[in-house]
């Protein structure tokens, strides 16, 4: 073997990952380099598990096995903080799912992934109730409402995605008359940890106004605009609890 | 509180027992974590900035990969400093071994020769990682596996030669020499007898496993330490005195209490050997 340290290095990968290292020979023909491969597969594997616990409850530990060992093949990971590995299982798990009768595997996925980046996430300010205080409407409709970075929320529109992602984390039975309709959700994350909670549909849409920089009076528009019916002062006030916005700021 | 306490024998630190190991008051007790569980944000900094605030802690890195063709990468040093100063270590260290590679992380130790270019290498990397974080580490001898040539270096030379390179002090992994020893057919107790006593920082003992198709030990964290191991300690800790201990456990995790009387055994050689400093 005559090679650089960087090039030892790349055929190593390689051989990790069962790809040819022809130049490495002499050490992949040895029993002792299946350590290193089972290793960092089961590393990977490992964390994947951990960042998925919902998936693994809904198809079992054999899928769970067989498709996070595919998807670490595939995807190694690209940060040593294994708590953000597994940005692209969801979609993987989507690409998966036509071959198990599970259509919303993909979006308890995603749900997964959420708690894991609010799980992780930096805390930053929050504005409160009491900061509006002493606001007057034309405050308020020119502020505008940023969500947090350790704040999540999603509409699902195909399934009951939020009650099937919480009855599989928290190892709760399905019942059978659950109604199957569609379901947004809101994850939260504290130094306490993470708190979620089903949202309707206008309070995703005004989550998303929100994010994409709309004054608040806008945001609460399209909000009502899709789900006429929605109580906002009922959605603004479980929001504020929830720490999901930001101090506000104004145009 | 145990913070301001001389260093004797110290715990892996899991999530299972943070209760238990928050209250805990022996004599010499400290901590260790791995900093990439905790650089992070949310509960679990919150919880290791509890516990720094009553025991020592050390920050033992698994991924700098300081062995890479590489330089470490800038945004993980930013991020440990940052911990560093959230939780005030009283050791921090990492690994003769590299894990990333061209943006991939393969989360284990692996093997490289112990060339010149390595040590240059190596040594830079060092350098690097003490300027980014404001003060010196402590470098791990890895577990072997693979018979590997290309070696220019022995790897105690190769390790004394780093820290005289860099002021890096030594972490002797003794489970690491036994494990080694059996895999690759040396000396164990030749090998503690030769590592340079005054660079030892910190020592490490933890349990191992055995791979019976490839007649290999793992160094694999889920047992009690061996017999042997202890024996090993024994005798190093009688040639060098009494150092920082800390015994590794990540699987099969027994209750607190049985860490606590397998801890028990290093406090009481520490003490046996000399006063703690």
């Known amino acids: ?251 | 509180m145990n913070r301001s306490n001389p260093l004797g024998a110290g715990l892996g630190l899991k999530a299972e027992h943070y209760d238990q190991a928050l209250a805990c008051d022996a004599e010499g007790l400290w901590y260790e974590v791995h900093p990439e569980n905790y650089m992070v944000g949310g509960p679990r900094l919150a919880w290791l900035e509890r516990m720094a605030e009553r025991h020592a802690l050390s920050l033992h890195g698994v991924a700098l990969s300081l062995a890479a063709d590489a330089e470490p990468d800038a945004g993980h040093l930013r991020r440990l400093r940052a911990l560093i100063e959230r939780v005030r270590p009283v050791l921090v260290s990492e690994h003769l071994a590299w894990s990333t590679w061209r943006g991939q992380y393969h989360p284990d130790l692996l093997p490289f020769p112990r060339s010149d270019e390595a040590l240059k290498r190596i040594s830079e990397n060092i350098l690097r990682t003490q300027e980014a974080l404001g003060r010196s580490i402590a470098l791990e001898n890895p577990s072997h596996y693979l018979h590997l040539d290309g070696h220019d270096w022995d790897e105690i030379g190769f390790l004394t030669e780093l820290a005289r390179r860099t002021g890096c002090t030594l972490l002797l992994d003794v489970n690491n020499v036994h494990v080694s020893a059996h895999n690759l057919g040396f000396d164990a107790a030749g090998y503690l007898d030769r590592f340079p006593a005054q660079a030892i920082s910190e020592v490490h003992l933890a349990g191992y496993s055995q791979d019976d198709q490839a007649a290999l030990l793992i160094d694999s964290h889920d047992a009690a330490i061996a017999e042997p191991v202890w024996a090993l300690y024994r005798h190093l800790i009688a040639r060098i005195g009494p150092r920082p201990t800390l015994i590794e456990r990540d699987g099969n995790l027994p209750a607190f209490s049985e860490l606590l009387a397998e801890r028990a055994i290093a406090q009481a050689t520490l003490a046996s050997a000399g006063a703690l400093s």
Not at chain 1, 4 to 24: H, I, K, M, N, T
Not at chain 1, 55 to 76: I, K, N
Not at chain 1, 90 to 97: D, S
Not at chain 1, 120 to 140: I, V
């Open chain 1, 1 to 251: 073997m005559n090679l650089s340290l960087g090039q030892f290095q790349d055929a190593f990968v390689e051989a990790l990952y069962q790809r040819p290292a022809p130049a490495l020979a002499s050490l992949t023909e040895q029993a002792a380099f299946a350590v290193y491969r089972n290793t960092v597969l089961c590393g990977c594997v490992e964390a994947l598990r951990a960042n998925f616990p919902s998936v693994e409850t809904l198809v079992g530990t054999g899928w769970m096995h067989d498709a996070t060992r595919a998807y670490a093949q595939q995807t190694p990971p690209d940060d040593a903080r294994l708590i953000r590995y597994g940005a692209g299982f969801p979609a993987f798990v989507q690409a998966l799912q036509a071959s198990q009768d599970v259509p919303y595997l993909a979006d308890v996925a995603r749900l997964d992934w959420y708690w894991c980046e609010v799980f992780s996430a930096h805390q930053e300010p929050y504005l409160t109730l009491s900061d509006l205080a002493g606001m007057t409407a034309t405050d308020l409709e020119r502020g505008h409402l940023a969500p947090r970075s350790c704040v999540r929320w999603q509409w699902f529109d195909a399934h009951p995605a939020y009650s099937l992602w919480r009855v599989s984390r928290e190892g709760l039975p399905w019942s059978a008359d659950h109604p199957w309709v569609a379901e947004g959700a809101l994850l939260s994350g504290d130094s306490d940890g993470v708190s979620h909670q089903p949202l309707q549909i206008g309070a995703c849409a005004f989550l998303d106004a929100c994010a994409a920089g709309q004054p608040l009076q806008v945001a609460s528009q399209i909000a009502q605009q899709t789900q006429p019916d929605l109580d906002f002062s009922d959605l603004l006030g479980r929001l504020l609890q929830a720490k999901a916005f930001r101090p506000l700021t104004f145009a």
